[in-house]
């Protein structure tokens, strides 16, 4: 059996090191491109949205290097993203591909149900084996989403552009290496202190942005147009509703960003007070969350045609409104291009720039 899986930002750290402890041959896809959405665009329905398109074209790439098995994670409720793995299973099979797939559901529907995917996937292991690799799995990606969220902040205040760039490249080496959970722990501090020692201006003057929305394109560079690196390097201190672990969370604690899942919904109740897929929810208790914490404004990303954020998109004015927070929404398909991308975030820059001269002045972050 040689698996392969979409690409979604670092998810591919987490996969590697999962596969490898369940010994299974995992064949990665190439790093999510044009060439991708091209080949999703090109056998998707048109109206279906950007990550189905982008994902759809990491599988064929996948298949294209070897690999006989798609995995793909399932989901629940009014968002497509529970349908990708049918649609696009039936997209490919009429394209003349020829593989088998599983299906991997979320921890939230019980975990006997998620382990059985694993079982499929190794037959030879039990449930207790399964559990141990998916637990020590997971701690190292944890211990990556805190490497990201550490990078989000201190791009705002690196002394040499691309320093921080730098060392976390370095910081994901070290813990790639590490295999029991022992030396997960140690290569995180390690990994940590490489951060630390980046030569830091905390004299400068910071905005603070938080960044919402829909999971895919929160989490992927590509879809995303490497909108972090460029918001850090214009001296944006940056924190994400969203990270890898968080989301696939059996306790959905959100422990890298730091407030519990139940906790971001029942402040977005007063506004949306029911599930109604994907993010939409924790979007409008993510708004209000930055709000309280003093960031100069949020920004709403979600693809073209997504439910759920369209559902947040016309809640949002009314958030903002009352919790006083500046807010750009980026709508994404794959007509979009960066170079709109960007001058639509020059000017929220310059809003949020000359709010803080103003009544709007909010207190600048310099403590990391």
Sequence with gaps: MKVTAPQMGLLQILLEDLFERLGVEFISAPESSEEALEIGSRLGPELACLPLKITLG????????GADTLVMAGGFGPCRFGYYGQIQQLIMRRAGYKFNTITIEPPIGGLNKFVAAFKKLCPGKNTYQLYQFIRTSFLKAQAIDFVEKKSLQLRAYEA????????????LKILGGAQTRAEIEEAKNAALEELDNVALDLSREVLRVGLM????????????????EYLGHEHIYLERGVYISD??????????????HKEIVKTAS?????FVGGEGQPTIGHAIHFAGEGFDGVIH???FTCMPEIIADGILPKVIKEHDISLLTLVIDEQSGRA???TRLEAFIDLLKSRRGGAG???????I
Excluded: M, T
């Design 58 to 65: 990491n599988f064929v790439q996948g298949l294209e290097k």
């Design 160 to 171: 040499q552009k691309g320093s921080v760039s730098k060392a976390k490249k370095r910081a």
């Design 213 to 228: 929305g829909e999971f895919y394109l929160l989490l992927e560079p590509f879809a995303n147009f490497d909108i972090e």
């Design 247 to 260: 989301w696939i969370s059996p306790s959905a604690k959100n422990k890298v960003f730091g407030l519990p």
């Design 270 to 274: 007063p506004y949306l007070g029911h």
């Design 301 to 303: 990303l979600y693809p």
């Design 340 to 342: 709109g991308l960007i």
């Design 361 to 367: 002045r909010r207190e600048l972050c310099k403590v």
